[in-house]
């Protein structure tokens, strides 16, 4: 079990990492048009979001795969931001914004059912449960 959980932790830290750099470079623009339309304020500060929504990935990613021993807080952490995300994918769904080869409503809903998937793995194959579980017992 701990083999798969590794491996789980490892795809999703290169996951990240890919996402991350395709936020700063090459995907920027798909990344762009999922920003929230309720955040949106200026094309600048949609951009600055893409930005900094891929810095934080990169980080992310890094901890996954390098951060073994603080494994279950980074995995927390990663679980958190795909809660944080998750209204941009709304907003590609409920906009009908085609990107990531989405293009159909039909294909962006099923993407949404995704994200909880995403959020599980990041908690399971970090041991993430048992460091939520510490954090609230201690309150």
């Known amino acids: 079990m701990n083999y798969i959980k590794t491996f789980f932790r490892l795809f999703l830290g290169v996951f990240m990492l890919y996402a991350g750099i395709g936020h700063l470079t090459f995907r920027r623009q798909e990344f762009v048009a999922q ?3 309720w955040i ?3 094309p ?3 951009d600055f979001v893409v930005l900094a929504s891929g810095v934080v990935e990169i980080m992310l990613g890094l901890g996954m795969l390098l951060l073994w021993k603080k494994k279950a807080t980074v995995g927390v ?3 958190l931001f795909y809660v944080a995300i998750f209204p941009g994918n709304l907003n ?4 009908h914004i085609d990107a990531f080869g989405l293009n ?3 294909l962006r809903l099923i993407r949404l059912f995704f994200q ?3 959020i599980f793995l990041a908690l399971w194959s970090t041991g993430g449960w048992q460091q939520l579980k510490s954090w ?3 309150s």
């Open 40 to 42: 949106q304020f200026s």
């Open 116 to 118: 909880p998937v995403l």
């Open 77 to 79: 952490l990663l679980a």
């Open 136 to 138: 609230f017992s201690r």
């Open 35 to 37: 920003v929230p339309t």
């Open 44 to 46: 600048e500060f949609a």
């Open 104 to 106: 159909t409503d039909t």
């Open 92 to 95: 590609q769904y409920f906009n």
